[in-house]
């Protein structure tokens, strides 16, 4: 009677030995009742995005050849880039009133970059970003077309 007790046990120990899903505890149940790669278990953790530096513009402009024109430049500098500044490089037939570096002081604004085509055509406006984040740097190109008339 006690040997059939003891192997009633044992086998009813080994039947209750359960495969989980991918979420749960490596073999069975019995390493958690979740593992650490559930998403219950991950909901404590901080998934949010990173902000990243931006500088937006129009992508195509049309002014008329020889007259002043203005691209507007709208800039957000999250709190972990320093140094941040945009270099603007026109095509040959493009002028630019103020070819210094513009310097991307405060977390967010705008620039108002005055600028005047020589002749009519298809021109266009480089607009480097550059700027430190977390000691590392960060550069960023981006092209603006302008067609004078």
């Known amino acids: 009677m006690k ?3 003891v192997t ?3 086998l009813l120990l080994s039947t209750m030995h359960a495969w989980a899903c991918e979420f749960h505890g490596g073999g069975g149940f019995g390493m ?6 559930h998403p219950l278990a991950q909901q404590h953790i901080d998934n949010s995005v990173p902000v990243e530096l931006k500088v937006t513009h129009d992508n195509r402009l049309k002014v008329t050849a020889a007259t002043d024109a203005k691209l507007q430049l709208r800039y957000v500098v999250p709190d972990d880039y320093t140094n941040a500044e945009v270099i603007l490089t026109p095509s040959k037939n493009v002028i630019l009133a103020n070819s210094s570096p513009l310097s991307l002081s405060k977390d967010r604004g705008l620039i108002d970059v005055t600028f005047k085509a020589i002749g009519p ?4 406006i480089i607009v ?3 700027a430190t984040q977390s000691y590392r ?5 981006q092209r603006v077309s302008v067609t004078a008339i």
Do not use: A, N, T, V
């Open 8 to 10: 009633l046990l044992l």
């Open 32 to 37: 958690g009742s979740f593992g650490q790669f």
């Open 137 to 141: 740097p960060y550069s960023k190109i």
């Open 3 to 5: 040997l059939k007790l």
């Open 121 to 124: 055509g298809e021109h266009f």
């Open 128 to 130: 480097r970003i550059d």
